[in-house]
Antibody, heavy 117, light 107 residues
Framework: EVQLVESGGGLVQPGGSLRLSCAAS????????MHWVRQAPGKGLVWVSH????????TYADSVKGRFTISRDNAKNTVYLQMSSLRAEETAVYFC??????????WGQGTLVTVSS | EIVMTQSPATLSVSPGERATLSCRAS??????SAWYQQKPGQAPRLLIY???TRATGIPARFSGSGSGTEFTLTISSLQSEDFAVYYC?????????FGPGTKVDIK
């Protein structure tokens, strides 16, 4: 069974940093691209970042470029999102998800990041 | 950045009726579009990818069509579990982008 479990969310002050983790199991993690998507309370989905299967290529939404860094450790089946200079408007549930795996993709349950003083 | 727009914002439908949701891309994206369903408190679920391919385990009442800039999700006969918010997404160019969503509620 494929599982994605995010962790690392919490309360952080504006301008602060946080690192999210997403632990994967049930599939060959090192074969697939991974993504982060966020959703502010009561709002829509916003794609944040992606990393390719071996970690050599990454992309970011313009709004987070230069402040967020995605990385992965294929030995630990984990993808990370390092977030810095956080803003109040980035309060959201952050989801990690896979690319297509066998005709579907998989999402974690999400981790809530609250940026507030 | 490719902007995705969806219409209508809210669609009120009776159970058993057909629902048609629209999505438009600001530039051509070939067939590189997907549709997601999201219920409150849950992660989104992929319904359609490649504009018209149902994801694994998705019922046949869900169908997608379109290419280029215009896309449609059709739910042929709405079931009670289908009342939710639906998002389209493009994955033709980075950054991938989502539409604002269409809420399908009970009429």
């Amino acid at each position: 069974e494929v599982q994605l479990v995010e962790s690392g969310g919490g309360l952080v002050q504006p301008g602060g940093s946080l690192r999210l983790s997403c632990a994967a199991s049930g599939f060959t993690f090192s074969n697939y691209r991974m993504h982060w998507v966020r959703q502010a309370p009561g709002k829509g989905l916003v794609w944040v970042s992606h990393i390719n299967s071996d970690g050599s290529s990454t992309t970011y939404a313009d709004s987070v470029k230069g402040r967020f860094t995605i990385s992965r450790d294929n030995a630990k089946n984990t993808v990370y999102l390092q977030m810095s200079s956080l803003r109040a408007e980035e309060t959201a549930v952050y989801f990690c998800l896979t690319d297509l795996v066998g005709g579907r993709n998989y999402w974690g349950q999400g981790t809530l990041v609250t940026v507030s003083s | 950045e490719i902007v995705m727009t969806q219409s209508p914002a809210t669609l009120s439908v009776s159970p058993g009726e057909r629902a048609t949701l629209s999505c438009r891309a600001s530039q051509t994206i070939s067939s590189n579009s997907a549709w997601y369903q999201q219920k409150p408190g849950q992660a989104p679920r992929l319904l359609i990818y490649g504009a018209s391919t149902r994801a694994t385990g998705i019922p046949a009442r869900f169908s997608g069509s379109g290419s280029g800039t215009e896309f449609t999700l059709t739910i042929s006969s709405l079931q009670s579990e289908d009342f939710a918010v639906y998002y389209c997404q493009q994955y033709h160019n980075w950054p991938f982008t989502f539409g604002p969503g269409t809420k399908v509620d009970i009429k």
